[in-house]
């Protein structure tokens, strides 16, 4: 069975404060792990999409990277409107079906 | 626009009646699903669907059922509503292949 374990649940950080979240996965076949933002009242909104151990992607603030057992969300320098909830999913390819993280949920205090 | 709409974005009712969550969406994809959040356990698949002939059960489907009335609607129904049904719903969809899913703004359903 397919499973994703982030850590921490909560991170509180000072603004500018660099950190990383932690996404672990045990999947059969990985086809491709997500990372999504979810705001308060929101849906989760798509991040990034990485394919293959090694492979790295970013925009602005955040640096996703990936390895054969997990994830990392890079967060450089943050900002208070980087707080939100991120989720990570895995899919592999027997099912076509992602399994999701319960999440981190990240506040950056001005 | 958005792309992905979900309707009621609100609604509480009461024990034992019939409700019905809508989704519609504007991106052309061929996969649709419908997730409940809850506090501390994360996003659970209800239904999904890969075509407009294909419904499948998630892992929480008893007490839902659906309906995939065309490649861009989606609908969730709760025939006889009970108050551990009250969650944070969201419809998603997918291109086919290893791609993301879109989600909708949500519903958020309270039962009394």
């Known amino acids: 069975e397919d499973q994703v374990t982030q850590s921490p649940e909560a991170l509180r950080l000072q603004e500018g404060e660099s950190s990383s979240l932690n996404c672990s996965y045990t999947?059969?076949?990985?086809?491709?792990l997500f990372w999504y933002r979810q705001d308060p009242g929101k849906g989760p909104e798509f991040l990034f999409t990485l394919y293959s151990a090694g492979e790295e992607k970013e925009k602005e603030r955040l640096k996703a990277t990936l390895t054969k057992k997990e994830s990392f969300l890079h967060i450089t320098a943050p900002k208070p409107e980087d707080s939100a909830t991120y989720l990570c999913a895995s899919l592999s390819g027997g099912s076509y079906i992602p399994t999701f993280g319960r999440g981190t949920s990240l506040i950056v205090h001005p | 626009d958005a792309d992905v709409t979900q309707t009621p974005r609100n609604r509480i009712t009461k024990t034992g009646k019939r409700i019905m969550l809508e989704c519609s969406q504007t991106?052309?994809?061929?996969?649709m699903y419908w997730y409940r959040q809850d506090p501390g356990l994360g996003l659970r698949l209800i239904y999904y669907s890969f075509d407009v002939k294909d419904i499948n059960k998630g892992e929480i489907s008893d007490g839902y059922s659906v309906s995939r009335q065309a490649q861009a609607k989606f609908s969730l129904s709760l025939e006889s509503a009970i108050p551990n049904q009250t969650a944070l719903y969201f419809c998603a969809t997918s291109a086919q292949g290893s791609q993301p899913q879109h989600f909708g703004d949500g519903t958020r359903l309270s039962i009394l």
């Open positions: 991106k052309g994809h061929d996969r």
């Open positions: 999947v059969s076949g990985l086809r491709g």
